[in-house]
C-alpha cells in the first residue's frame, strides 16, 4: 500500500510537469513566432534602411552638383565672367548693387562697400574682389549723366514748373541748368531731390533771351506741354525769355530777399567798415596758432 500511495504522488508530480511542460512549450511557440515576426520587420527595416542609405548617396550627389551649379552661377553673376562694363573689371551687378546702397538706400560711400563685404560674407556671393568707397564714388558720379539721358519726367500730367539758372562757369562756357518740379504742392513739405527732375543741361558761351527760350521749347517738347510757370534770379535775359514764351515768372526769394538787403546795405558806411574789418581779421588770424578756436568758416580766406 505504501508503494502504492508513492507511485500515485510521483504519478500526479509528472503529470504537473508535464502539465507545465505543455505551457512551456506553448509560450516557446508564441516566442518563436513574435520570434519569425520581427526578424522579418528587421529585414524590412534593413531593406528601408539600404533604400535611404542609396537615396542619401543620390541626394549627396544632387546636392553636390546643385552646389557646383550654384557656384557656376555666383560666378555668372558676381565674378569675372559676368556681364562686364567696358574697361571695368567689376560686373555690372556689383555696380548696380553699391549704386543702388547710395542712391535707393541713402547710405554713404564706406557704408555701401560694408555691406557688399558682410553680403558676400553671410551668403557666399564669391565676389573676386570687393570694390573701394572710390569706385564707388565714381560710378554715382558717372550714373548722372545716364539718368539725365534716359529717365523720362513723371508725376507733370497735372502741370510743372521750371527752376532755369546759369549754374557753373567751366573756361569760356556757361552751364544753364533747367530742374522741373511739379507746379502745385500737395502737402506742406519742402520739395526734396525726388520732386525735381534735371530736364535739360545746355553749355554755350555766353546766353541770351532767345537762347534761354530755345531751352525752354526743348524742354516743352521733351515734357510734353509748357510749364506753368517758371522760377529765377532777377536776371534780365531769363525773364525777357520767360516773358517771349508767355511763360508766368517768380522771382526766386533768397535772390530777391539778398537785392533787398544790397540796397539796404549797400553804400552804408559802417557796413562797409565792419566788413572790412571782420576780412582783415581774417587774414591777420588765419596762420596764427589760436585759430582753432574760431569758426570753421572764419578760417578760410
Not at 504519478?11 to 522579418?40: F, P
Not at 520739395?191 to 534761354?212: A, H
Request: hydrophobic share 30%; proline share 2%; net charge positive.
Amino acid at each position: 500500500m505504501k508503494i502504492g500511495r508513492e507511485n500515485s504522488r510521483l504519478s500526479k508530480k509528472l503529470e504537473n510537469r508535464e502539465a507545465k511542460l505543455r505551457v512551456c512549450q506553448a509560450e516557446l511557440g508564441v516566442c518563436r513566432a513574435e520570434l519569425s515576426r520581427c526578424q522579418k520587420e528587421l529585414h524590412k527595416s534593413d531593406q528601408k534602411i539600404c533604400e535611404l542609405t542609396k537615396s542619401k548617396d543620390k541626394y549627396k550627389a544632387d546636392l553636390k552638383i546643385t552646389k557646383d551649379e550654384l557656384s557656376e552661377v555666383k560666378k555668372g553673376y558676381f565674378g569675372q565672367t559676368s556681364e562686364s562694363i567696358k574697361r571695368h573689371k567689376y560686373s555690372e551687378l556689383v555696380v548696380k548693387m553699391c549704386a543702388g546702397f547710395v542712391i535707393k538706400r541713402h547710405c554713404s560711400l564706406r557704408t555701401s562697400v560694408g555691406i557688399l563685404n558682410d553680403v558676400n560674407d553671410l551668403l557666399d556671393l564669391q565676389i573676386p574682389e570687393i570694390p573701394s568707397y572710390v569706385s564707388v564714388k565714381n560710378w554715382i558720379e558717372k550714373s548722372g549723366y545716364h539718368i539725365y539721358e534716359n529717365t523720362t519726367p513723371e508725376g507733370f500730367e497735372d502741370g510743372y514748373a521750371v527752376i532755369t539758372d546759369e549754374s557753373m562757369v567751366v573756361g569760356s562756357q556757361k552751364l544753364l541748368l533747367t530742374l522741373g518740379v511739379p507746379s502745385s504742392k500737395e502737402t506742406d513739405a519742402a520739395l526734396t531731390y525726388g520732386d525735381v527732375y534735371v530736364l535739360d543741361m545746355s553749355v554755350q558761351s555766353s546766353w541770351n533771351s532767345e537762347s534761354i527760350g530755345g531751352v525752354l521749347e526743348t524742354v516743352t517738347k521733351k515734357v510734353g506741354q509748357s510749364p506753368d510757370y517758371g522760377v529765377s534770379d532777377n536776371a534780365s535775359t531769363i525773364t525777357k525769355a520767360f516773358r517771349i514764351k508767355e511763360v508766368t515768372h517768380h522771382c526766386d526769394v533768397g535772390h530777391t530777399a539778398a537785392l533787398c538787403i544790397q540796397h539796404v546795405y549797400e553804400h552804408d558806411e559802417e557796413f562797409k567798415a565792419f566788413t572790412k574789418a571782420v576780412n582783415d581779421v581774417k587774414s591777420r588770424e588765419v596762420m596764427r596758432h589760436k585759430i582753432y578756436t574760431s569758426l570753421v568758416k572764419v578760417r578760410r580766406i
